[in-house]
């Protein structure tokens, strides 16, 4: 495909919309986020979307998590950040999920609106463990039938050239529809430290 072994794709060059009030801001060419602490079980959704376009398409981020006085908290909570689609109401989201206590896994993770845990559709997939920055590529793809969700095996600072598929289904099985691409952050679980999200590489790539 056309963008294997490019560079970084500045994320500054798409326009976002944020939902459930992140704190976002330009870092040269990458975008920040960041997440307050949260109290009791809230599985709140901050985020920014971009409009997808017809299918089928596919869309690649580079994501680096990077809590803020995390490690060493009483009751830490457990933080989930990725990307996914989003219909303007529910949400499935291809995530890394950490607890201080935890080896990092993948899941995918359906969400009944920005506040609202659904249902986890898979998880459990090991991904790596300390340190807790590890840059993240991942990929959701709309073929018009299916949305898919992959993470790599290979790249730093260029695309990756191999892709693992995760997950599959149809794309109206659990979204009303496939209107908009998303990346963001979740806590769970209790108290969760402030934590930040850079997002260093985004691109939308018609198939």
């Not at 798409?14 to 009791?40: C, D, E, L």
């Not at 898919?148 to 997950?167: C, E, K, M, N, R």
């Not at 998303?182 to 402030?194: C, D, H, I, K, Y």
Request: charged share 5%.
């Amino acid at each position: 495909m056309s963008y294997q072994g490019q560079v970084w794709v500045p994320p500054t060059n798409t326009s976002f919309t944020s939902f459930n009030s992140p704190t976002v801001q330009s870092v040269g060419s990458n975008i920040a986020m960041y997440q307050n602490s949260q109290s009791g079980g809230s599985d709140n959704i901050v985020g920014q979307y971009a409009v997808a376009p017809s299918a089928p398409y596919c869309a690649i981020a580079n994501i680096t998590f990077n809590p803020a006085n995390y490690v060493g908290q009483a009751s830490p909570g457990t933080m989930l950040w990725g990307m996914g689609f989003y219909d303007g109401t529910k949400l499935i989201m291809l995530n890394v999920r950490f607890a201080e206590t935890e080896t990092m896994w993948y899941n995918i993770t359906e969400y009944s609106n920005v506040n609202t845990y659904f249902n986890n559709v898979i998880g459990g997939g090991t991904a790596s463990g300390y340190p807790m920055s590890t840059i993240q590529w991942m990929q959701v793809r709309d073929d018009g039938t299916n949305i898919s969700f992959y993470i790599a095996t290979d790249g730093g600072q260029t695309q990756p050239t191999h892709w693992v598929q995760l997950y599959q289904q149809a794309r109206t099985s659990f979204l009303s529809n496939v209107n908009n691409v998303f990346w963001g952050l979740s806590a769970t679980n209790g108290a969760v430290a402030p934590s930040y999200l850079t997002l260093n590489s985004w691109q939308i790539v018609s198939l």
